[in-house]
Nanobody, 121 residues
Framework: QVQLVESGGGLVQPGGSLRLSCAAS????????MGWYRQAPGKQRDLVAL???????NYANSVKGRFTISRDNAMNTVYLQMNSLKPEDTAVYYC???????????????WGQGTQVTVSS
Protein backbone atom coordinates (compact mmCIF):
# COMPACT_ATOMS: atom_id res chain seq x y z
CA GLN A 1 0.00 0.00 0.00
CA VAL A 2 1.16 3.53 -0.73
CA GLN A 3 2.45 5.37 2.33
CA LEU A 4 2.73 9.07 3.08
CA VAL A 5 5.55 10.53 5.14
CA GLU A 6 5.33 14.11 6.41
CA SER A 7 8.08 16.41 7.58
CA GLY A 8 8.67 20.03 8.43
CA GLY A 9 6.61 20.67 11.55
CA GLY A 10 7.93 22.40 14.64
CA LEU A 11 7.72 25.39 16.93
CA VAL A 12 7.54 28.87 15.44
CA GLN A 13 6.75 32.33 16.76
CA PRO A 14 3.61 34.19 15.67
CA GLY A 15 4.20 35.80 12.30
CA GLY A 16 6.76 33.18 11.34
CA SER A 17 6.80 30.62 8.55
CA LEU A 18 7.06 26.88 8.16
CA ARG A 19 7.05 24.57 5.16
CA LEU A 20 5.53 21.11 5.41
CA SER A 21 6.35 18.31 2.99
CA CYS A 22 4.60 15.02 2.33
CA ALA A 23 6.08 12.33 0.11
CA ALA A 24 4.22 9.28 -1.18
CA SER A 25 6.07 6.02 -1.63
CA UNK A 26 5.09 2.68 -3.07
CA UNK A 27 5.06 0.90 -6.38
CA UNK A 28 2.98 1.51 -9.49
CA UNK A 29 0.53 4.21 -8.45
CA UNK A 30 -0.76 7.63 -9.35
CA UNK A 31 -2.25 10.33 -7.17
CA UNK A 32 -5.35 12.37 -7.86
CA UNK A 33 -6.06 14.90 -5.13
CA MET A 34 -3.56 15.65 -2.38
CA GLY A 35 -4.33 17.74 0.63
CA TRP A 36 -3.50 18.94 4.09
CA TYR A 37 -5.80 18.72 7.09
CA ARG A 38 -5.26 19.77 10.68
CA GLN A 39 -6.59 18.78 14.06
CA ALA A 40 -6.26 20.89 17.19
CA PRO A 41 -6.69 19.30 20.64
CA GLY A 42 -10.34 18.55 21.35
CA LYS A 43 -11.45 19.54 17.85
CA GLN A 44 -12.32 17.71 14.66
CA ARG A 45 -9.94 17.28 11.76
CA ASP A 46 -10.51 20.09 9.27
CA LEU A 47 -9.44 20.73 5.69
CA VAL A 48 -6.61 23.23 5.23
CA ALA A 49 -5.91 22.99 1.49
CA LEU A 50 -6.31 20.68 -1.51
CA UNK A 51 -4.56 20.43 -4.86
CA UNK A 52 -5.51 18.33 -7.86
CA UNK A 53 -3.10 16.59 -10.20
CA UNK A 54 -3.69 19.44 -12.63
CA UNK A 55 -2.77 22.07 -10.06
CA UNK A 56 -6.18 23.43 -9.09
CA UNK A 57 -6.28 24.47 -5.45
CA ASN A 58 -8.80 25.04 -2.70
CA TYR A 59 -8.19 26.62 0.70
CA ALA A 60 -9.98 26.98 3.98
CA ASN A 61 -11.05 30.58 4.51
CA SER A 62 -8.93 30.80 7.64
CA VAL A 63 -5.67 30.26 5.71
CA LYS A 64 -6.36 32.03 2.41
CA GLY A 65 -3.61 34.50 1.60
CA ARG A 66 -1.25 33.00 4.18
CA PHE A 67 -0.80 29.36 3.15
CA THR A 68 0.15 28.00 -0.27
CA ILE A 69 -0.21 24.37 -1.35
CA SER A 70 1.89 23.00 -4.19
CA ARG A 71 2.94 19.62 -5.52
CA ASP A 72 5.68 17.96 -7.49
CA ASN A 73 3.98 15.19 -9.47
CA ALA A 74 7.26 13.65 -10.57
CA MET A 75 8.33 13.29 -6.94
CA ASN A 76 4.84 12.40 -5.64
CA THR A 77 5.24 15.15 -3.07
CA VAL A 78 2.93 17.85 -1.78
CA TYR A 79 4.03 20.94 0.11
CA LEU A 80 2.34 23.46 2.38
CA GLN A 81 4.05 26.82 2.73
CA MET A 82 2.67 28.51 5.83
CA ASN A 83 3.35 32.22 6.34
CA SER A 84 2.12 34.75 8.88
CA LEU A 85 1.41 31.95 11.31
CA LYS A 86 -0.96 32.57 14.19
CA PRO A 87 -1.39 30.74 17.51
CA GLU A 88 -4.72 29.42 16.23
CA ASP A 89 -2.82 27.55 13.50
CA THR A 90 -1.42 25.28 16.21
CA ALA A 91 -2.46 21.70 15.42
CA VAL A 92 -1.31 18.34 14.15
CA TYR A 93 -1.16 18.59 10.36
CA TYR A 94 -2.01 15.51 8.32
CA CYS A 95 -1.32 14.81 4.66
CA UNK A 96 -4.00 13.05 2.62
CA UNK A 97 -3.93 11.56 -0.86
CA UNK A 98 -6.37 9.88 -3.21
CA UNK A 99 -4.42 6.96 -4.64
CA UNK A 100 -4.90 4.89 -7.78
CA UNK A 101 -2.87 1.80 -6.91
CA UNK A 102 -2.19 -0.22 -10.05
CA UNK A 103 -0.34 -2.94 -8.13
CA UNK A 104 -3.53 -4.06 -6.39
CA UNK A 105 -6.11 -2.62 -8.79
CA UNK A 106 -7.70 -0.37 -6.17
CA UNK A 107 -8.40 3.26 -5.46
CA UNK A 108 -8.25 4.49 -1.87
CA UNK A 109 -7.46 7.39 0.40
CA UNK A 110 -4.46 7.29 2.65
CA TRP A 111 -3.16 9.50 5.46
CA GLY A 112 0.22 10.44 6.80
CA GLN A 113 1.16 10.05 10.45
CA GLY A 114 0.81 13.75 11.21
CA THR A 115 3.29 16.45 12.12
CA GLN A 116 2.93 18.90 15.01
CA VAL A 117 2.90 22.63 14.29
CA THR A 118 3.02 24.90 17.33
CA VAL A 119 2.79 28.67 17.01
CA SER A 120 3.75 30.34 20.25
CA SER A 121 5.94 33.09 21.63
Amino acid sequence: QVQLVESGGGLVQPGGSLRLSCAASGSSFSINVMGWYRQAPGKQRDLVALITSGGSTNYANSVKGRFTISRDNAMNTVYLQMNSLKPEDTAVYYCNASIVDYSVGMEYETWGQGTQVTVSS
